[in-house]
């Protein structure tokens, strides 16, 4: 919306503060907001409070600009007035960037934050003489325009200790909790405050900076996706030749690196830090704002900035995990297979049009089947294993698919290739019953044929946990024998999964361990579960787990590298003294284990017997793809 015009004591709503963590792209965004032309902009305007006015010292008091800093900074009441100086009769947005920790003395209890200029309720002197109450954080949380920018603490540690070692309270994360809960507690009639995710910036800048602009009510523009290269002297800060390098030499976000080989191992100093951060990281990216869908073919076109079509939004990928992945904007616009049971027709639907009803036996029951396949180098892997488990699933259930395998097969590569796509796809292939006359649970009550829905999706396995590895807790939630529901089904009721899933969200780990029903283990909530002892590869039997067809390619894999593996029963106490964990699944592959149940699995780094079995299983990939499809 347009910025009104006020008097300067009520020009507060004016400001949009920016309450990032270091080495966040906060000062590419300060540079995109000063790029408008409407927007004045200034650089961390209380980091000489923060370094003079602490209970103990701040870290920064032995960098080369300390001096710099204090001697050219101001009190925080002085810098508040300033900001908030009378405005001529151009009125321009007031754009603050901040550190977060900046704003808070002490950072460790989420309930206590203090006041930039101590007691919110002292007057002081204004403008004209007249009494004026000092800004709180309080008041200029409540009346300003906020949002807090935020990096996956992998991420950010990395880039800041290639600079400076860094800490928790460096880190911004439990100041940035902070301000959102005191945002929060006192926001009056406003929204919860807006969460940008640095990785989105990168990945859909223009999406994202429109899902800002929207959330904070202003006007977005096109001039915020570029800038000229080069320092800002006019409002960068006097410590920008320390740290603004890399920005100083960009001109736009930066999209990551597809080819980027994978990092090394943090140490484990900076794991147990990066440990450490992520409560508070996944608390605040549960509050993500979701980018806009922008059209691929604007991004560099006349028409940039104008309204997108169609109005979706794009997913935000998610940051660790077995299933972890960098967002992709190309999926906005994807085109979902649909076969209609009822026509039995097989169309190509726009993602924000593919819709079933309500009275689909998925949608009322969970009555179905699926897979997930990968497509590599223009190859479905595995596919015709895929598709005969979903075809002996639909016979368990005595459900016919309506179409041979064959055809379905065809279906999903017509999918694709509409799609145009030949790399780092990942296709959830779902059959249910099909469409019922009345909401209930019995089969005659089904009208036509099943229900087939191909989403296809550019999403490529994020690298990092190839290396770094998972973090498992174990689960109360049991794996189910077959006279309940038997679990060698990929069906689509999936709720003792989802709640072992749950546990792990709420518990901070990347995946539940599941035991069957006699204490041994089972599986992980969403992929297959090893440990390696004395050089053997050992994993459950297949009583209680889905048939995996990942698992069982690694295990022939394996063998073909002289691997003992084995089949059998076994403990917890085995697993936590292991030499080596690891996951296999169709998305990721084979994934280590470094801890379960906050034990440390072998050294805690990837191991010898997961290296060879990756590098082995992206060589059984590529070869399986030179075969070509029809193989």
């Known amino acids: 919306m347009p910025m009104k015009k006020r008097k300067a004591v009520e020009a507060v709503e004016d400001f949009v503060n920016c309450w990032s963590g270091p080495r966040s792209l906060s000062t590419s965004l300060m540079y995109s907001f000063h790029n408008r032309g409407d927007v004045e902009c200034f650089d961390e305007p209380f980091y000489a409070h923060y370094l003079t006015n602490r209970t103990h010292p701040a870290p920064g008091r032995d960098r080369p600009y300390h001096d710099l800093v204090v001697n050219e900074g101001m009190s925080a ?76 603490p992998e991420d950010l540690v990395r880039s800041f200790n290639a600079v400076i070692p860094p800490t928790l309270e460096e880190t911004c994360l439990p100041a940035q909790v902070q301000i ?73 976000f930066e999209p990551p690196r597809r080819d980027k080989p994978p990092s090394p191992p943090l140490s484990a100093y900076l794991r147990e830090l990066v440990d450490e951060c992520m409560p508070y990281y996944q608390f605040l990216r549960s509050h993500a704002l979701k980018p806009q869908a922008v059209d691929e073919r604007r991004r560099d076109g006349a028409t940039i900035g104008k309204t997108p079509t169609p109005s979706v ?107 145009e796509m030949h790399e780092g796809v990942h296709i959830r292939l779902m059959v249910t019953r099909g469409l019922k006359s009345t909401p209930y649970q019995n089969p ?91 050089g053997v590869v050992l994993t459950s039997k297949r009583k209680y787990i889905l048939h995996g067809i990942t698992r069982d390619n690694v295990m022939r894999i394996a063998r073909g590298l002289g691997m003992d593996t084995r089949e059998e029963d076994f403990t917890l106490t085995a697993v936590y003294s292991a030499d080596e964990c690891f996951v296999t699944g169709t998305f990721a592959g084979v994934l280590p284990v470094r801890e379960v149940d906050g034990r440390k699995i072998g050294t805690g780094e990837r191991g010898p017997v997961v290296r060879r079995l990756q590098e082995a299983y992206v060589k059984e990939a590529d070869a399986v793809a030179r075969r070509g499809r029809g193989c």
């Open 313 to 419: 939004e794009v997913e935000r990928g998610s940051a660790s995990g077995t299933h972890a992945y960098a967002p992709d904007p190309r999926n906005a616009s994807v085109l979902v297979g649909m076969r209609d049971g009822v026509t039995g027709t097989f169309s190509l639907i726009p993602r924000v049009d593919a819709k079933v009803s309500v009275f689909d036996s998925g949608f009322v029951l969970g009555d179905g089947v699926w897979e997930g396949v990968r497509l590599h180098k223009g190859v479905l892997m595995y596919v015709a294993e895929h598709v005969k488990r979903l075809f002996q699933g639909a016979k368990a259930i005595d459900m016919d698919v309506g179409v041979s395998p064959e055809g379905l097969i065809k279906m999903m590569y017509d999918t694709v290739d509409a799609n």
């Open 77 to 152: 009441v002085d810098t508040w007035f300033h900001l908030l100086r009378p405005k001529g009769e151009q009125t321009k947005i007031r754009f603050v960037k901040h550190m977060a920790k900046h704003a808070v003395v002490e950072c460790h209890d989420p309930y206590k934050l203090y006041a930039l200029n101590g007691d919110p309720y002292k007057y002081s002197k204004g403008w004209g003489g007249r009494p004026r109450s000092c800004t709180s954080m309080v008041t200029h949380l409540t009346e300003t325009r906020n949002f807090i920018l935020v990096r996956h």
């Open 180 to 252: 959102f809960m005191l945002h929060a507690q006192f926001r009056k009639h406003r929204a919860t405050m807006p969460v940008v995710l640095s990785e989105d910036l990168r990945e859909n800048p223009e999406g994202t900076l429109r899902a800002l602009c929207k959330a904070i009510e202003i006007e977005f523009k096109p001039e915020m996706l570029r800038w000229e290269a080069g320092p800002r002297p006019e409002i960068d800060g006097c410590w920008a030749p320390w740290w603004y390098k890399t920005t100083h030499e960009s001109t736009r």
């Open 444 to 534: 005659t009550f089904t009208v036509g044929k099943p229900t087939i829905v191909i989403a296809a999706e550019h999403k490529a396995a994020a690298e990092g946990p190839k290396v770094n590895g998972m973090r498992l807790m174990t689960t109360h939630v049991r794996r189910g024998a077959p006279d309940v529901q038997d679990p060698a089904w990929n069906s689509h009721s999936k709720l003792n999964c989802i709640a072992a899933c749950i546990q792990a969200n709420k518990a901070g780990v990347d995946e539940s361990l599941m035991l069957d029903p006699h204490g041994f283990v089972a599986t992980c909530n969403s992929v297959h579960f090893f440990i390696v002892v004395d």
